[in-house]
């Protein structure tokens, strides 16, 4: 009777345990099948992957940016009728391939192109997880929010909501005109890219909820031309409130206005897509918007290189930037929030790839001398060039310094000097396995610029390089440093190596190497001698 009575009751308990599963089945079924309501209509619900995480790809932020909307700040979201799938991503933004195919898996382009995509691991939408949104480099001239080294999930598995996103790059992001700024009701013109960014901020801030995130905790982050933006939104008073930390990898916006790399004003980019126009005889702007798109993209291709109608990238239009992003942080008028930031050790080993011919020790002290006038013996004792090996050596690291290290350097010292919010700046310093040719036609040594993206996502299976196990151990540090940051505003948690904030130039620097550590900031003596020439020397 004993044995009977298990037996039945264990039998009870298995049809119970059963009858459970099926109802819970049921219950996801019915949950994944309820869509999510965001600004314009109704979304699909997606299947989560083995992580728990879902991905949302392809929603619009924006009204496509064609005909009359070509070169016009974002507009509002069209409405749409029904669900809208979410399995594909949007077209990229309209690019040449001068730095290779950086979207293989989603050749599609179009103007029609201001999607954005969401990974979540969030169970409700009550779970008002943190958000991490992802801004791509490229030069302001390529890259998407698909590219595949930026797939979220292996961070949205530690317990935050990724979002990447497309902005318009090249000359549909930046084109200014006196007809675009007389049109504009803030008088300004250019900045189109950077309002993109805006637009999607904007759109995560009123409709991340419904993917279980917390639009309060908003961290922006990006790589080179992705970090330029991201120091230009905490600059610009148009980002207040719209997130509350800052990541910048490789590059900032505080160019000296005596810098090879300063923004252009607003005046002088208006001649030159003035100039522009007239190689594509288009005596207004209404003409220019009437040419083919792929006509005004060759265009903007042959002309690259020119010194006269090159559009480049942001500018100081008094409106989304009205002034240099130095001297807001300088004058402590940013967007004070907490910040991470800082660069790779070889950032200029791949710029200084594309200069041909290549500096001779003579060559290079002749520039240094016509560049930095009084200043170039003093210069050439960092960097120097007795030997055509120190040449080498000292052209990519003047090169990466003027261009990426030390406006990141410039971005983290003013920020310690006038914010209130905490700063931790790192040195990264591991050297990937990445074979040369791999990064044809951008072939790099060393530490080079953008090393650190696959160790920052976790994506190491993007690439098929001999990983070691000292990559995949920073991969994961890396990642958990990052997610930490998004969660908190500090990196820090334990088991990790400490991470002390930056308190200015003689502060500790993270040095992300084979034994990460913290110590001074390897190449200090260099961004010293840069600031006293823009900012001692000139002033």
Same mark, same amino acid.
């Given at each position: ?34 869509? /999510?309501?965001?600004?314009? =209509?109704? *979304?699909?619900?997606? !299947? ?88 791509? #480099? ?23 909501? +990724? ?9 549909? #992001? ?38 279980? #995130?917390?639009?309060?905790? +908003?961290? +922006? ?17 148009? =980002? ?68 006269? =109608? ?7 239009? #008094?409106?989304?930037? !009205?002034?240099?992003?130095?001297? %807001? ?28 011919? %290549? ?30 090996? %120190? ?18 350097? /410039? ?11 905490? *700063? ?36 190491? %299976? ?33 088991? /990790? ?21 913290? =110590?001074?900031? !390897? ?17």
């Amino acid at each position: 009777m004993i044995t009977t009575h298990r037996y039945l009751t264990a039998t009870v308990r298995l049809v119970l345990a059963l009858y459970a599963v099926v109802v819970l089945s049921l219950i996801a079924a019915a949950s994944a099948a309820e869509p /999510l309501h965001v600004d314009g =209509g109704a *979304i699909a619900d997606t !299947p989560i992957d083995a992580n728990r995480v879902r991905n949302f790809k392809g929603i619009p932020f924006a009204a496509p940016p064609v005909g009359d909307l070509r070169w016009r700040e974002p507009q509002p979201v069209k409405p749409w009728q029904g669900e809208r799938s979410a399995d594909q991503f949007g077209p990229r933004c309209m690019q040449t391939s001068r730095l290779g195919a950086i979207d293989p898996l989603n050749p599609r382009m179009s103007e029609d192109c201001l999607y954005l995509n969401v990974w979540t691991p969030a169970n409700t939408a009550s779970d008002k997880l943190p958000v991490m949104v992802w801004i791509y #480099g490229g030069s302001f001239n390529v890259g998407a929010g698909s590219e595949p080294w930026y797939n979220g999930a292996n961070l949205a598995k530690k317990g935050v909501i +990724v979002v990447t996103l497309n902005y318009r790059v090249d000359v549909f #992001g930046f084109l200014a005109h006196p007809d675009l700024t007389t049109e504009s009701e803030h008088h300004a013109s250019g900045n189109y890219g950077l309002q993109d960014q805006l637009a999607a901020l904007t759109w995560v801030k009123r409709n991340i909820a419904a993917f279980g #995130g917390d639009p309060d905790r +908003v961290t +922006v982050f990006g790589e080179s031309a992705g970090s330029l933006s991201v120091s230009a939104l905490m600059a610009s008073p148009l =980002g207040r409130g719209l997130f509350s930390r800052a990541i910048g990898e490789s590059g900032a916006m505080l160019y000296p206005d005596n810098s090879p790399f300063a923004r252009q004003p607003l005046a002088k980019a208006e001649q030159a897509g003035l100039k522009f126009a007239e190689l594509l005889s288009a005596h207004s702007i209404a003409e220019l918007r009437a040419k083919r798109a792929e006509d005004v993209l060759n265009v903007a291709a042959q002309n690259a290189a020119s010194t006269v =109608g090159t559009v480049r990238g942001p500018i100081l239009d #008094g409106y989304v930037l !009205p002034v240099n992003p130095a001297e %807001q942080f300088a004058k402590g008028r940013q967007n004070d929030v907490p910040l991470l930031a800082g660069s790779n050790a070889d950032e200029g080993t791949l710029f200084a790839n594309r200069v041909q011919p %290549q500096p001779t020790p003579g060559s290079f002290v002749d520039q240094v001398r016509v560049f930095f006038g009084s200043q170039a013996e003093t210069v050439l004792t960092v960097y120097p060039s007795d030997t055509p090996e %120190q040449t080498k050596a000292s052209f990519p690291a003047l090169l990466g310094d003027q261009l990426i290290s030390y406006p990141t350097w /410039l971005w983290d010292t003013l920020q310690a000097k006038t914010g209130k919010a905490p *700063i931790y700046r790192y040195s990264f310093e591991l050297r990937p396995p990445a074979p040369e040719a791999s990064l044809t036609p951008l072939a790099a040594q060393g530490v080079f610029h953008s090393a650190e993206i696959l160790y920052v996502f976790d994506n190491l %299976q993007v690439r098929e390089w001999n990983w070691r196990p000292e990559d995949r151990k920073m991969a994961e540090l890396l990642s958990s440093y990052w997610v930490n940051f998004a969660k908190n505003g500090d990196p820090n948690a334990p088991g /990790l190596p400490e991470w002390p904030k930056y308190t200015g130039p003689n502060g500790s620097v993270m040095r992300l190497s084979l034994q990460p550590s913290a =110590g001074a900031d !390897p190449h200090l003596d260099r961004y010293l001698m840069l600031n006293t020439f823009y900012f001692e020397t000139h002033n």
